[in-house]
């Protein structure tokens, strides 16, 4: 079970017993499923296309890269691993067809409203509303 630091501090502060502490845990667990099963309904049944891409083994943007360093990656190590089947739709493609993908096999990076597209998402601080791409044909 993932306990956030602030939570662990709560319990080592109680005074209760273990079952006790137990039931806290549990209960704490069952709210934050809610809260994520409420949050997965909303971006699911948004309007707008909403995605997550992760860097590929793990890796991921940095404050000390460059802009230029931020684009490079963004196309080449960043992978869809969520979005929802509006955006699917929007690069008319199935949500299960997506996922996996690496950013350049949607977005062509030779294009230069696409190069303006993620370099604006960057300066924006990563996120986008109301934004064009140039995608492949599928």
């Not at 039931?23 to 296309?49: M, P, R, T, V």
């Not at 992760?54 to 963004?74: A, K, L, R, Y």
Request: net charge negative.
């Amino acid at each position: 079970i993932y306990i956030p630091i602030f939570k662990l501090d709560i319990l080592n502060k109680m005074n209760n017993s273990d079952q006790e502490k137990l039931n806290y845990l549990e209960a704490e667990k069952k709210a934050l499923k809610e809260n994520e099963e409420k949050f997965k309904a909303f971006i699911d049944l948004s309007s707008e296309g909403i995605w997550r891409v992760e860097g590929e083994n793990g890796s991921f943007v940095t404050p000390e890269m460059s802009v230029e360093q931020q684009i490079d990656f963004i196309f080449d190590k960043a992978i869809f691993v969520d979005c929802n089947d509006t955006m699917a739709q929007m690069y008319h493609m199935k949500k299960e067809e997506i996922l996996g993908l690496k950013v350049r096999d949607i977005l062509l990076k030779n294009k230069p409203e696409n190069i303006e597209y993620v370099k604006a998402f960057i300066h924006s601080g990563y996120k986008l509303i109301d934004a064009e791409s140039i995608e492949k044909d599928v």
